[in-house]
């Protein structure tokens, strides 16, 4: 059973919840974002897999989820970086976040999101249960589509994403 870790608004650990339980009751939970961009500055976006328990494919950041008890959380963004796209690479937080959101199925989303931004031109080897698909696509096409079509995106990363684009020089720059 998948436990997540509940925290208060500092991100101060407060104990355990089953992963599913969080969801349902909407409780406070660490989790991470990693945005993966190219040399061209284009980000590495993925598909979500379209047996997953929330947000089924739906376009999102190159990756996502929670650390496990006792995992540093850049570690944990690592881990599962190589579980869901099949590669690694130099990452660096940049910011955190905190939102509250109905992600349909009686689920609430609830996260002290920490976000991670990442290089590489490599291509993933996409794990089919967690992904669907995946493309690099620029900046500037993203915010169109968003601005076209929010609902092909998940709820953080259409959050996310207005800080990200706040801090491209940064990112241009290799941080």
Request: with cysteine.
């Amino acid at each position: 059973m998948e436990k997540v870790i509940l925290v208060d608004e500092a991100d101060g650990p407060l104990g355990l919840e089953e992963k599913m339980k969080a969801h349902e009751l909407g409780l406070l939970h660490r989790a991470f974002s990693v945005f993966v961009f190219n040399s061209k500055g284009e980000l590495m976006l993925q598909q979500r897999a379209l047996n997953k328990y929330h947000s089924p494919g739906l376009w999102t950041n190159t990756c996502c989820s929670h650390p496990r008890e006792n995992e540093i959380v850049e570690e944990a963004a690592h881990r599962r970086l190589m579980e869901e796209m099949g590669f690694d690479c130099r990452l660096k937080k940049a910011f955190h976040f905190t939102y509250r959101a109905d992600v349909g199925k009686g689920l609430m989303e609830h996260e002290f999101d920490h976000v991670f931004f990442g290089f590489t031109d490599n291509h993933p080897v996409i794990n089919k249960d967690e992904v669907n698909s995946w493309k690099y696509m620029p900046m500037e096409k993203i915010k169109e589509r968003l601005d076209l079509n929010p609902d092909e995106f998940t709820i953080w990363f259409r959050i996310a994403f207005l800080e990200v684009e706040k801090r491209l020089p940064e990112i241009r720059s290799g941080l």
